[in-house]
């Protein structure tokens, strides 16, 4: 069985470890954001996970992102955009909590 597909099989049966170790940067990858820290996104250009994006820190550890609400597989590029304006479209919208006064 080939790599990705076992990393999907442990994603599908509920696995919450890390579902691939590397070292980072890793050629055929294409860091495409910046999480902060050393949390990143990045888009697969080789290999059988071609298109798909993952998040992975500078420590190795690599899981399938997150996509648009009902996304339960490594998103695609495209999905994984839809998603990321999802998110900020919700974040620019609701209202920040009232501040307590000192």
């Keep these: 069985m080939a790599d990705a597909q076992v990393i999907l099989a442990r994603k599908a ?3 919450k470890e890390p579902w691939a170790v590397s070292t980072w ?14 949390y990143y996104s990045a ?10 994006v993952w998040d992975l820190d500078e420590g ?3 899981f399938p992102s997150h996509g ?7 998103p695609t590029f495209e999905e994984w955009l839809m998603g990321w304006i ?7 919208t609701s209202k920040p909590a009232p501040r307590k006064a000192a």
């Design 13 to 15: 049966a509920g696995d």
């Design 25 to 38: 940067p890793v050629d055929g990858c294409i860091p495409i954001c910046h999480h902060g820290c050393t």
């Design 43 to 52: 888009l697969v250009v080789t290999g059988e996970c071609t298109g798909r």
């Design 60 to 62: 190795g550890l690599w």
């Design 68 to 74: 648009p609400s009902g996304c339960t597989r490594p």
């Design 86 to 92: 999802e998110s900020a479209g919700h974040r620019l």
